[in-house]
């Protein structure tokens, strides 16, 4: 049983598979994950609860392909959580513009899940033992 406050963790795509992967893998004592399909979903979530990670595709179903990138703004405007950005579809630009607008890390599917949960550890959320 953890001994401080549940950390919160929320994952944002429109790829049912990777937001059951990736919650599965998040998933630890002390932790709570959330999942999201759409950002106007993750937004009103964000309104609602405070979270200590987001971790959300770059591309969704949207016009743009860029929906993550806006999500990333609406969080760093309003909130002190930290961002991750995944993407199928990224390159150096996109890259460079995450980290400009804050993004903890950037990565490129498939999500190298040992390197997710160190990056995870390293900002105080806990992860699965023995992985």
Known sequence: MPLGPVKKIMIVDDEPSILLSLS?????????????????????????SHFDLVITDIRMSGVNGI???????????????????????????????????GALHYYKKPVDIGDLLAR???IG???KQGR
């Open 24 to 48: 599965y893998a998040l998933k630890a004592d002390g932790v709570e994950v959330i999942t999201c399909n759409a950002i106007e979903e993750a937004e009103a979530a964000l309104d609602s």
């Open 67 to 101: 929906e993550g990138l806006e999500l990333l703004n609406y969080i760093k405007k309003r909130h002190a959580t930290e961002v991750i950005i995944m993407t199928g579809y990224g390159n150096d630009t996109i890259e460079a513009e995450a980290g400009r607008r």
């Open 120 to 122: 995870v550890a390293a």
């Open 125 to 127: 959320i806990p992860v």
